[in-house]
C-alpha cells in the first residue's frame, strides 16, 4: 500500500516558486536528486523562510565540518527515529545509505541504532544523540567528556549538538503538519 500522495495536512497553497533564486534551487535539486524534496516544496510557500531553512540546512548538513556527511545524516536519522518522524526517517534514512554505500545501515538506524555494529566514535556520537534528544536536560560534562574522548574536538560536540537540535525542530514541523516525504526516496540507494 502506497504512502498518501499529498504534501501535507494544511491548507497553505504550495506550487512553483516564482522568486528567481528559489526556482533556481528547485532546479539544483532536480538536477541532483531527480526531485524537489518535499520539505522543500513545503518552506518554498514563505519564501523568506525557505531561504533561511535552505541555508541552514546546507551550512549543517554539507558545509565544512570535522563530522562527515554521513556522521551528520546518521545524526538526522537517530534523532528521527527518537522522534518517530516518518519524513525524516524515509529522507534521511536513504541518504545514510547513498552516504555509506549500505542499504542495511540505513534500515538499522531508522529501528534501532543499538543494532548496527559502529566503530565506537560513532556509537558515542549516536548515544549522545539520542539522549539530547529524548532527555536533553540529563545531558552534562560527562556526556561531552565522553566524545571527547572519542576524538571529538569541541567544534564537533557543537556540531552534534546542532544537527541534532535543527533535526529536533524539523520533526515537530513534520509532525505538526504531516508532511510527507517524496514516494521515489523508497527505492533510492538499494
Known sequence: MPQPARLW????????PTEDDLQKYWAKCREKLGMVPNVIAAVS?????????IAMY??????DSGLSK????MI????????RCYYCLVAHGQAVRHYSGDPQLGEMLVMNYRVAELPPRQRAMLDFTWKLTLTPF???DADRAAL???GFSEQDVYDICDVA???NMSNRMAHGTEMMPNAEYHAMSR
Do not use: C
Not at 9 to 15: N, V
Not at 45 to 53: E, V
Not at 58 to 63: A, H, Q, S, V, Y
Not at 76 to 83: E, F, K, L
Open 9 to 16: 495536512k494544511l491548507d497553505i497553497a504550495t506550487g512553483e
Open 45 to 53: 510557500a514563505n519564501p523568506k523562510k525557505a531561504r533561511n531553512f
Open 58 to 63: 546546507n551550512e549543517l548538513m554539507l558545509g
Open 70 to 73: 554521513l556522521e551528520r545524516e
Open 76 to 83: 538526522a536519522v537517530v534523532v528521527s527515529s527518537a522522534n
Open 138 to 140: 540529563d545531558i552534562g
Open 148 to 150: 571527547r574522548q572519542h
Open 165 to 167: 537540535a535543527f533535526f
